[in-house]
């Protein structure tokens, strides 16, 4: 499978997921309609699904006119997204899986940044919209910290190490710098943030990540790290902070930074 990220409006990411064998493609996420489009017609390849991984409008803000121009358009959402998702046609539940040309994937359901969020996987490829950012994670809108938590940590991280990430917004390099403000003894988040604010600067995009990256530089995902608990505990002397109430903490902090 082939994938080409389209980035879009103020620093969103769609990405043009390309079956090989049919040429026929399916695109997460389509923010706004033109540079979808674009992609479309330079690769030549014929659009028949949409991956929607939550129902925000600046994830799903192309699917009308997309829709409109090809009628036959398949759109997956979850099912608990009904009525949020302009033009979905199907509602996923657990155990369901996702298909386009001859490709076959899954779904993990990640509630938190909103209760409908998912994240597509097709092998070692995973689409984890505003869940899982490279250093960070998404604001809780409509999910606690707990339900959070378990959706990076257990979901997501229940995937390969070597599994690609490839997320919804470039907030790489912010994210980075607040991780090394909680763990400034932590070489690899000092040599990301070198590397992507390099790539950065020559106009490049910091999308996939992988999960053993995550791993090694994610705050939300490192909330047993001795130096993080120690960080967020000094903010609340007194308490022994459990693995969740750090993630929440942490999720406060981000939130203030
Ligand atoms: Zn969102
Ligand atoms: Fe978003």
């Given at each position: 499978?082939?994938?080409?990220?389209?980035?879009?409006?103020?620093?969103?990411?769609?990405y043009l997921l390309i079956c090989p064998n049919t040429q026929q493609a399916a695109v997460v996420d389509p923010s706004e309609t033109a540079p979808v489009q674009k992609a479309i017609e330079k690769h030549g390849v014929e659009l028949t699904t949409i991956l929607n991984t939550h129902h925000h409008w600046d994830h799903v803000g192309g699917n009308k006119e997309l829709k409109a121009k090809y009628p036959e358009l398949i759109i997956?959402?979850?099912?608990?997204?009904?009525?949020?998702?302009?033009?979905?046609?199907?509602?996923?539940?657990?155990?369901?899986?996702?298909?386009?040309?001859?490709?076959?994937?899954?779904?993990?359901?990640n509630p938190g940044h909103t209760s409908g969020a998912i994240t597509f996987v097709f092998g070692k490829t995973a689409f984890t919209g505003d869940t899982l950012f490279a250093a960070g994670c998404g604001r809780l809108f409509e999910g606690t910290p707990e339900q959070m938590h378990d959706s990076l940590n257990i979901q997501i991280g229940g995937l390969p190490d070597d599994t690609e990430l490839y997320f919804g917004?470039?907030?790489?390099?912010?994210?980075?710098?607040?991780?090394?403000?909680?763990?400034?003894?932590?070489?690899?988040?000092n040599k990301k943030l070198a590397a992507v604010t390099t790539l950065r600067s020559s106009g490049k995009f910091s999308t996939p990540t992988t999960l053993a990256e995550e791993r090694r530089t994610n705050p939300f995902m490192r909330c047993s790290s001795a130096e993080i608990c120690a960080t967020v505990t000094s903010r609340e002397p007194g308490h022994n902070l459990s693995e969740k109430e750090v993630f929440r903490t942490l999720r406060e902090l981000k939130n203030n930074f």
């Open positions: 499978m082939e994938i080409i990220t389209i980035p879009c409006l103020e620093d969103n990411f769609a997956y959402g979850h099912e608990s997204d009904r009525g949020r998702i302009p033009e979905q046609t199907v509602f996923l539940k657990s155990g369901d899986e996702v298909c386009f040309g001859e490709q076959t994937g899954t779904f993990l359901h917004h470039e907030y790489t390099v912010a994210n980075l710098r607040f991780a090394l403000s909680v763990e400034t003894g932590n070489t690899e988040i």
